[in-house]
């Protein structure tokens, strides 16, 4: 079976960036995180992060006019040989519309869009132990990997830090968010046929597995 471009949908903290390594790792996927290109533009401190900056803080979501635009220009880019992986993106029904027509316009196939389901306290108890590295982009957790803060990074040995909008404020304002503007795109993704859904409270190696095997076609949706 062909590999398929993929989106992973989900709430903050069920793994997309997690799994979204995984993928790229084990298959040939160009990975676009919104989160990460945003967060880049902050710490570039271009105009783009500038304006970005107060909304990701508070856990709210960016215009949608800047970070449509930011997705447009790479999706334009990509070869058509080449699959592509989207995580955070799209975060709105009016994000889906803008990504429906581009991908119309360029004549690419629907892509699969895997909703990676978790409970509330699994994300805030996973957030509250996520540490990222500077260097190398890994993300950690405490709780499986038995980090405390300032510890290194297991990878590259880079110093880890915590996610500014990781604290408890901005996890509570993240999650109203998801219900509020993100969770409709499950509706609107099931009416398209696109939609398959999967347990990601089970074990990391074993969703990015099933991951792996419905982006393959190997595993029916
Ligand atoms: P973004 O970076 O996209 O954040 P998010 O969607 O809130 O998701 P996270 O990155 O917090 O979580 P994740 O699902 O990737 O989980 P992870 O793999 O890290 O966006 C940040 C901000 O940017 C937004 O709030 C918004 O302001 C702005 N933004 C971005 N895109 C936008 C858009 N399209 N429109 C408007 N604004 C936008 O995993 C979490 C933790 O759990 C880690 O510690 C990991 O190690 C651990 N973990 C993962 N899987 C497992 C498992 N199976 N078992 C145990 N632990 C696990």
Redesign the pocket.
């Known amino acids: 079976m062909a590999q398929r471009d993929v989106i992973l949908q989900?709430?903050?903290?069920?793994?997309?960036?997690?799994?979204a390594e995984y993928l790229k790792t084990h298959m040939s996927y160009t990975h676009l995180?919104?989160?990460?290109l945003?967060?880049a533009a902050v710490a570039k401190d271009s105009d783009l992060g500038k304006q970005?900056q107060g909304?990701?803080e508070a856990?709210?979501?960016?215009p949608?006019d800047l970070?449509i635009d930011l997705v447009a220009e790479r999706m334009e880019q990509f070869d058509c040989e080449e699959h592509f992986l989207l995580?955070?993106?799209?975060?709105?029904t009016a994000?889906a519309e803008t990504l429906t027509a581009i991908l119309e316009t360029l004549d690419r196939e629907r892509p699969l869009v895997i909703n990676?389901v978790i409970s509330d306290a699994e994300i805030v108890r996973?957030?509250a132990?996520?540490?990222m590295c500077p260097d190398c982009g890994t993300?950690?957790?405490v709780?499986?990997d038995g980090l405390d803060i300032g510890d290194k990074c297991p990878q590259c040995g880079g110093e880890l830090y915590r996610?500014s909008?990781d604290q408890p404020e901005a996890i509570h304002n993240?999650l109203e968010?998801y219900e509020q503007d993100s969770a409709p795109l499950i509706e609107y993704y099931q009416k398209r046929g696109q939609l398959v859904t999967v347990d990601?409270?089970?074990?990391?190696q074993q969703?990015s597995v099933e991951l792996a095997e419905l982006a393959q076609g190997r595993r029916p949706c």
Do not use: W
């Open positions: 989900g709430p903050p903290g069920a793994g997309k960036g997690t799994h995180s919104t989160g990460d945003l967060r970005a909304y990701m856990g709210e979501l960016v949608d970070v995580d955070g993106f799209p975060r709105t994000q990676l996973r957030l132990g996520r540490r993300i950690c957790n709780h499986r996610r909008d993240r968010v990601a409270e089970q074990g990391q969703v």
